[in-house]
């Protein structure tokens, strides 16, 4: 059934291009919404550019010789209008007029009271207005076009039970056909990670990856000393690890709370195939600068100087890694200091990646989950021949208030990405860090 779709200035914001995602149903948008995002137009921020290009859009769709007050046709079949109401709206309730998010409201009361033959809906990202909807009896959705939907990667292991002949098959040959498991193919993706249990005795098991050009089980890849002195301590480390050192995975997205060692393995597969292999040029290493609580202001010094308090998580691990292994001490935790220098680590914030082309790089983005489908989509079109993008975050941990677990860029690309063969998985869920940051990591 054909509705009115109303929409708020988040919506826009969000996604430019959301006036053509409604299918052949009517999309409206009042004129407040307009002022709104006429606020934005001058920020050099993606919010900056959208606004813009929300700007454009509509001045295209408006007719020769006529204007959006009236509907408009536009592309996938439905149409256009811009809300224009006679007189400034008074609420005929006790919320504050002055509010364009109540202005906005009385404009969607309006046009279901006017449209009356059609149901009326207003789409808005705002939980909060959504619930102020709610209480004047307007119904409310979020725009659901950039979001997950039944997130299927809290646990990404596969258990599969097989006889005991076909694990000593899988030992002797490093590899399984699947036609000998009880494995269905058609709901495996890609590179998925699967644990292989021995039906007689449970204890008995061994760690895969569904190669979906075979359609077998393949074994992991991963040294026994590991990658720069740092060794996986669980199954879901081991199979990242494995992923990490595969070049023919050029995107990975790494999920995990606190302290599970997302970053950690990241950074030292990167090092192994940079600095030691010498298969990529350079390691990249990029982060959102998106403070955690209320914000200390203007940073003094360089560019440097200011950029150190955000990419300190880096340096941390960096120290780590060179401080760990056989032989090495804390003496050792600056040795990574010549390769910065050298170009050879680069550290440096995603606020400087647009335009880049980025071949045969290792690319780390830690705390992606604070970026949106957009600017995720930019990092990974920034990959040139021979590079390797890798996602890392915890979506229950995000910090800016224009995304959530479902809407941010990190949740979107393991989801949309989890039927290609280029794109791998996993899922961290025990912490290592320490017993401790597990304990509050789990209770807090």
């Not at 089980?217 to 991963?222: D, G, K, Q, S």
């Amino acid at each position: 059934m054909k509705k009115n779709y109303v929409l708020d200035a988040n919506v826009l914001l969000h996604d430019p291009l959301s006036i053509f995602k409604f299918e052949d149903n009517n999309i409206i948008i009042p004129i407040y919404v307009i002022e709104e995002i006429d606020k934005f137009k001058h920020e050099s921020t993606d919010r900056g550019r959208h606004a813009r290009m929300i700007a454009r859009t509509l001045d295209d769709l408006r007719p020769e010789n006529g204007s959006l007050s009236e509907p408009v046709d536009i592309r996938g079949g439905g149409t256009l209008w811009i809300a224009l109401p006679r007189k400034r709206h008074q609420l005929p309730v006790g919320l504050e007029e002055a509010s364009l998010d109540h202005l906005i409201l009385q404009t969607v009361i309006d046009i279901r009271s006017a449209e009356g033959a059609l149901p009326t809906v207003f789409v808005t990202m705002d939980t909060n207005l959504r619930i102020r909807a709610d209480a004047l009896g307007l119904p409310s959705q979020t725009y659901e076009n950039p979001r997950v939907h039944n997130f299927d990667f809290e646990h990404s292991v596969v258990e599969v039970d097989v006889s005991p002949d076909a694990i000593k098959t899988f030992f002797d040959k490093g590899h399984l056909s699947c036609e000998k498991t009880d494995l269905d193919v058609d709901t495996v993706y890609p590179n998925a990670s699967v644990m292989l249990r021995n039906q007689q005795s449970h204890n008995h098991t061994a760690l895969a990856r569904f190669d979906a050009q075979k359609q077998a089980l393949v074994a992991l890849r991963v040294p026994r000393e590991g990658c720069m002195g740092v060794r996986p301590r669980n199954k879901e480390q081991t199979f990242a690890l494995d992923l990490l050192l595969d070049d023919s995975v050029q995107l990975i997205s790494l999920l995990g709370m606190a302290g599970t060692g997302k970053t950690l393995l990241a950074l030292a597969a990167a090092l192994q195939r940079t600095t030691v292999d010498g298969t990529y040029a350079r390691m990249l290493v990029s982060r959102p600068i998106m403070p955690m609580g209320r914000d200390l202001g203007f940073l003094p010094g360089d560019i440097d100087d200011k950029l150190n308090p955000w990419m300190q998580p880096i340096f941390d691990n960096l120290e780590i890694i060179f401080s760990s292994g056989p032989g090495r001490s804390e003496r050792d935790a600056r040795s990574y200091m010549p390769l910065i220098e050298s170009g050879m680590i680069q550290v440096e914030p995603l606020t400087y990646i647009r335009g880049r082309s980025l071949p045969r790089q290792f690319l780390i983005v830690d705390e992606a989950q604070n970026l949106t489908p957009h600017e995720v989509k930019t990092i990974i079109t920034r990959s040139g021949e021979g590079t390797k993008v890798v996602l890392t975050g915890d979506p229950h941990q995000i910090d800016t208030p224009y995304v959530d677990h479902a809407s941010n860029g990190l949740s979107v690309v393991a989801q949309r990405f989890k039927g290609e063969a280029v794109a791998g998985h996993v899922t961290l869920t025990k912490g290592e860090r320490s017993g401790l940051a597990e304990l509050a990591a789990n209770l807090l």
